[in-house]
């Protein structure tokens, strides 16, 4: 499955997007901006898991270090 992410600033914007996409009889939802921030953390995450740069574990513990202060 292929996603197409369209980035608005209002809800007008969002509702036309939303009907062009329905009289395109396709598929569509909406995301806040924490849930793109989810989304975009998580990829983050698991390409640093695939690279030789890092491993998810060094990320975790990463983390760990801040979230500690």
Same mark, same amino acid.
């Given at each position: 499955?292929?996603?197409i992410?369209?980035?608005?600033?209002?809800?007008?914007?969002t509702?036309?997007?939303?009907?062009?996409?329905?009289?395109?009889q396709?598929?569509a939802?909406?995301l806040?901006?924490? !849930?793109? !921030?989810?989304?975009?953390?998580?990829r983050a995450?698991?390409e640093?898991?695939?690279?030789?740069?890092?491993s998810?574990s060094?990320v975790?513990a990463?983390?760990?270090?801040?979230?500690?202060?």
């Amino acid at each position: 499955m292929e996603y197409i992410l369209i980035p608005s600033k209002s809800k007008s914007e969002t509702a036309f997007f939303l009907s062009l996409l329905k009289k395109m009889q396709k598929e569509a939802s909406t995301l806040s901006s924490d !849930e793109m !921030e989810d989304v975009a953390f998580m990829r983050a995450l698991k390409e640093a898991e695939t690279t030789s740069k890092g491993s998810l574990s060094k990320v975790k513990a990463h983390l760990s270090k801040i979230a500690k202060g």
